[in-house]
């Protein structure tokens, strides 16, 4: 396995597959003189208060991390309320070949996990997209995305939790929800899953 | 002890040392762009060195309340001064505006100190290689080290966009999602590299072609926009294999 050097207080090295990212999470901040650890689809970094020390960078617990359980609490399920309105919308359904109703209907259909989170605070990039709706990115990223756009691309959705840039289709926005607040945090969490409804 | 903003220029914010243990939830550290600052003008004021200071990048006039007293803080020609107040600021979320009223934690009398960072210009910075080498030419680090990078004033405190040689991206790296940190050097197609800073994306698809070393951080982020910087090559370790 190959572990390379992210600056000085951090390593990267090759996601185990099988555990969650959650899984992972859990099991590498608990390794000594650990304060942050990240997860994506083919990486995981690890963030040392410190400088870690050739033997503080252990390759059987690096090694250990394909066997990590999700002993953490159930991830909770959030039904998100949304107003399809989004800007989007329109070139969704004619991108796909369907109709505006269908685009909906499918993007509720699904119940959705958080695998992975990143881009900005609090964005969670959310799994179990319909493939009907896979579409790339937009060419050109709009400047600013309005906080709680509910947005498509590729085979995932996202809830923008703050206003941003952004090269998704934006085909709605959430109501009556705080998806990112500065003194708690964000709604979403690693291993949590989503559904929404109109 | 209470005080009414009464002229905001630029950024003006509530900032500490920076808080870890949220990055999992793309939730960056944060924290002052210039940490030993902020701890010096603490200590000015006997408090602790995390205690929550105003991170100028502009200029800030807060007026006390009881006293009438105003304080008068601009940050050119640095990037930034922080003003520290006794017993620190209680911290807001959001950048000052002209009107806020906003405290401190402790009653009068009041004491309120400036550090700034000297004119910084032309400071060789500590890269350390990688992790992405394998995204550009043989010779990119070469070029990196080859001629100081102009700090561009696009710069925030999500990244500093840098101005220079171009580094040569190799045509066929595959552009993914994958976890950055504060430092990272991200190199997007132009070659141009963008220095992370503290509220950086947690993860990002440009390759990063080095990571300035954490101890010198402050010092990069000291350095004035429109002013250079002068890379220079750590010597490679950590990275193993089996």
Known sequence: ?198 | VRFTVERVIGLVTFQDLGHHGRMHLAVPPGGALVPELLVASNRRVDNADDATCLEVQGRVVIRATETNETFDVSSGPSRCAYLAVRGGFLAGHRPLAVGDVIASTTAPPTTVRVAQPRFADGESVTIIPGPDLDAFGADALTILVSAPYRISPASNRVGTRLEGPALPRRADYRERSRPMVQGALEVPRDGQPIALGPEHPTTGGYPVIGVIASAELGRFHAIRLGGSVQFRIAASRVTSSR
């Not at chain 1, 690890?46 to 002993?71: H, K, M, Q, T």
């Not at chain 1, 179990?128 to 995305?145: C, I, K, N, S």
């Open chain 1, 1 to 198: 396995m190959k572990i390379e050097a992210l600056g000085d207080r951090a390593i990267r090295f090759p996601r185990p597959s099988g555990p969650s990212a959650r899984a992972i999470v859990a099991a590498a901040k608990t390794w000594p003189g650990v304060v942050d650890v990240v997860v994506t689809r083919e990486d995981v970094a690890v963030y040392f208060e410190a400088a870690p020390s050739a033997s503080s960078i252990d390759l059987g617990r690096i090694a250990d991390l394909a066997n990590a359980r999700d002993e953490g609490p159930a991830p909770r399920e959030h039904v998100l309320r949304v107003v399809y309105d989004g800007v989007d919308l329109e070139a969704v359904a004619t991108a796909t070949g369907l109709s505006i109703d269908e685009v909906i209907a499918r993007h509720q259909a699904a119940t959705y996990i958080v695998d992975t989170m990143g881009f900005a605070p609090g964005f969670a990039y959310l799994d179990g997209l319909d493939p009907a709706l896979e579409l790339p990115r937009r060419a050109t990223p709009r400047e600013r995305v309005p906080a709680g756009s509910v947005a498509i691309a590729g085979a995932q959705t996202a809830v923008y939790p703050t206003e941003s840039p952004g090269g998704w289709h934006l085909i709605g926005r959430v109501v009556d929800v705080t998806m990112f607040d500065p003194t708690t945090g964000p709604l979403l969490a690693l291993g949590d899953r989503v559904r929404f409804v109109a």
